[in-house]
Every structure is written in C-alpha cells, then in structure tokens.
Nanobody, 126 residues
C-alpha cells in the first residue's frame, strides 16, 4: 500500500498562484509514477499532470501546459505542482495519484491509478 497526503490548497484570486504538494509513504519502492487530477462538482476527475519516477518524464494536460509545473523530490517521495495564472474555472478538489502500471500511455486515465490521496480544495475567486 502507498499512502498519499496532499497539502497546499486554499483560496486564491484569479490570476494568482498556488503550490500543491503530495507526500507518499508506505510501499513507495513499487511506485512508478505520480500525478495530479482535479474534480469539480458533478464532473469526473480530470487529468492535470503526471511524472514517471524512473526518468522524470512529465506529461501535462493541454489546458495547464505552460502555466503549471510538476516537480519531484525523489529522496522525500514527494511531488509538487506549481500552479500559475489560475482561472475561476479551475476551482476544484485536486487529488494526488500514485502507481500507474500501464505507463505513460495511460496517465490520463483515472481508472489506471492504484492509489489516491484524500484531495485538497483549491478555490479561485473572481
């Protein structure tokens, strides 16, 4: 089992920035990737970004590329998501995910990730 704990959510004005972090613990040696999804009320989880642990390959959703930056600290088993130029429509619960046996071809598939954090609320006000 891998446990994930997110932090860094909160309230920010449109155009502002937030930084989310996710710390993994437990059987982290089996973890091959970590990623972020978000979900607004009544919607499915939407892929945001993911990183392959072995080589640092990063995949972004088209909607966030150029504004969000995903990084990792391998020694601490953490990933961070720097979010800039946030829009009101990006108000959501942001979830950290870990371990996707299917590899990068399946990073955008929420059903392919094995472990999930509890989520952290991000609210962008106008």
């Amino acid at each position: 089992q891998v446990q994930l704990v997110e932090s860094g959510g909160g309230l920010v004005q449109a155009g502002g920035s937030l930084r989310l972090s996710c710390a993994a613990s437990g059987r982290t040696f089996s973890n091959n990737a970590m990623g972020w999804f978000r979900r607004t009320a009544g919607e499915d989880r939407e892929f945001v970004a993911a990183i392959k642990w072995s080589n640092g390959y990063i995949q972004y959703a088209d909607s966030v590329r150029g504004r969000f930056t995903l990084s990792r600290d391998s020694a601490k088993n953490t990933v961070s998501l720097q979010m800039n130029s946030l829009g009101v429509a990006e108000t959501a619960v942001y979830y950290c995910a870990a371990d996707n046996p299917g590899g990068s071809a399946f990073y955008k598939r929420a059903d392919r990730w094995k472990y999930w954090g509890q989520g952290t609320q991000v609210t962008v006000s106008s």
